[in-house]
């Protein structure tokens, strides 16, 4: 939120100082076309002012010089061009010029000097033309060339009137200039200074971010550390009480069920041998309990077989799942092929049990879930490892994009997993709806084996 507004307050900035800036820039241009070029205008037509009243001194020396060529009058035309050229220069000038008090008084100035000597010249042709042309050049000298360089003297004036304003909008202008460019420093300073105060809060925050993370992180590693030795407690514990079931049920029922049939076989033994029951009866009877006796022996033994079988502790881990999957075969109707190259004694009882429990949970998978017709456990020992493999051609399943992570990993496969990591393996799953599922399971075998130190 606050990198959020710090963004917000730098592009605002941008906004402000563009909009100030194209405005400033706006503003000198209008003022150089405005102010500076009509002064220059206005100049020039003061120039052509001063050219006529130039062009008027020498008229008025022709003249009154004295073999003057032609007479007075004739010079009428001469005035008349010059007068419309100065009329259109007073008008000119007055349009372009950018009046302030000063000038536009001199202005006022040099639009009645240019009356009063158009009037005076009036009165010098006249006289002229009443053939006083004596008089009329005294006229000149006395009146008309004054008032001439009266209407020079103003032109003149406006003329540096003109060139001061046009030296005060330089100055202006420069100032313009001097205040954008001091502005441009400024602004770029705190835009600096806020890119900075973002960076480091940016940089201050992700550490305190990453920080938190790392504990977090150490702290779910730690929690799943005491999970996964909780879950395999658990799997322990587990062991331990199907192995005391099983043998309770093996040894105590089992005996006792053995004694039953023995004193029944004994009781029928005798009955056989009484008179009074030659019908045979109470034989049939006592042969008939004997029989559900021995039925419920072979039970009690296939459920403490199943609960831990002594078979593994007895003869190793490759009989015991020959063992089991043909019982399995028999019971799920599914057929599976065992198939095992593994040297003798290859891996003690208390680590066996783990395989052979996976393969127990693989199978019942396969027959709960999988509705396959084939299956396939093997057994292999390659490069110091132990492959077990149990493989079906069932429908599948789909499994996560990591391959060994299912989808929907219930307690069956959890459980798979952990055992197979206690014994510092690993379980690979694979995979697809239609195409079967592969459980791989590898597992070093010189760590955990006590073969490595019986050889
Ligand atoms: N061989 C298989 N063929 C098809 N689907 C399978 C197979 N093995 C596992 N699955 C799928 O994976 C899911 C998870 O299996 P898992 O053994 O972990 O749990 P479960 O069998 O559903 O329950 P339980 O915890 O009792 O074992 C199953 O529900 C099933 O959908
Ligand atoms: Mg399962």
């Known amino acids: 939120m606050r990198l959020l507004v710090g963004l917000c307050v730098v592009l605002s900035i941008f906004i402000v100082f563009a909009v100030y800036t194209i405005h400033e820039i706006r503003w000198l241009e209008d003022y150089q076309v405005n102010v500076v070029q009509k002064n220059r205008k206005a100049s020039l037509e003061l120039l052509r002012l001063q050219n006529d009243a130039y062009l008027l001194a020498i008229s008025l020396r022709d003249m009154t010089a004295a073999r003057a060529r032609y007479p007075i009058h004739e010079w009428r035309p001469e005035f008349v061009r010059i007068r419309r050229d100065m009329d259109d220069a007073v008008r000119l000038e007055g349009d372009f010029a950018v009046s302030t008090p000063a000038s536009s008084d001199k202005r006022s100035q040099l639009r009645r000097a240019l009356q009063d000597f158009w009037r005076s010249a009036d009165s010098v042709f006249t006289l002229a033309q009443r053939d006083n042309e004596a008089k009329a050049r005294a006229l000149i000298q006395t009146e008309l060339e004054g008032k001439r360089a009266v209407i020079s003297e103003i032109a003149a004036r406006l003329l540096v009137l003109n060139d001061q304003a046009q030296a005060e909008a330089t100055e202006r202008i420069s100032a313009v200039y001097g205040t954008v460019k001091r502005d441009v420093v400024v602004v ?215 391959s060994n992570r299912s989808s929907g990993d219930g307690l069956g496969l959890m459980g798979m997993r952990e055992r197979a990591e206690h014994l510092n393996g690993s379980l690979a799953i694979e995979s697809a709806p239609g195409k079967g599922t592969t459980i791989s399971v590898r597992v070093p075998l010189r760590k955990k084996m006590g073969i490595a130190n019986r050889e």
């Not at 049920?249 to 056989?272: C, N, P, S, V, Y």
């Not at 309990?289 to 079988?309: A, C, W």
């Not at 299956?375 to 493989?391: F, H, P, S, W, Y």
């Open 188 to 402: 770029i300073g705190v835009l600096f200074l806020l890119a900075l105060g973002t960076g480091l809060y940016t940089l201050e925050a992700n550490r305190k971010t990453f920080a938190r993370l790392q504990h977090l992180t150490k702290q779910l590693q730690s929690q799943s550390e005491a999970l996964q030795k909780l879950s395999w407690k658990l799997i322990d514990v587990q062991e331990e009480t199907l192995r005391r079931v099983a043998r309770d049920l093996h040894d105590e029922f089992g005996q006792i069920l053995t004694a039953i049939g023995a004193m029944l076989g004994r009781a029928g033994k005798k009955a056989l041998d009484e008179d009074s029951n030659r019908d045979g009866a109470l034989v049939q009877e006592l042969q008939a309990v004997q029989k559900i006796v021995q039925e419920t022996l072979q039970t009690v033994r296939d459920q403490s077989q199943m609960f831990r079988p002594a078979i593994l502790d007895d003869f190793g881990l490759e009989q015991a799942l020959e063992w089991f999957v043909k019982q399995f075969s028999r019971q799920a109707g599914i057929n599976v092929r065992f198939e095992a190259e593994l040297r003798d004694g290859a891996f003690p009882p208390e680590d066996a049990i783990h395989l052979y429990r996976i393969v127990q949970e693989a199978l019942a998978n396969v027959a709960r879930h999988a509705k396959a017709q084939d299956a396939r456990v093997t057994l292999k020992e390659q490069d110091g490892e132990l492959d077990l493999e149990i493989r079906d051609d069932g429908v599948g399943f789909a499994v996560g994009p990591e």
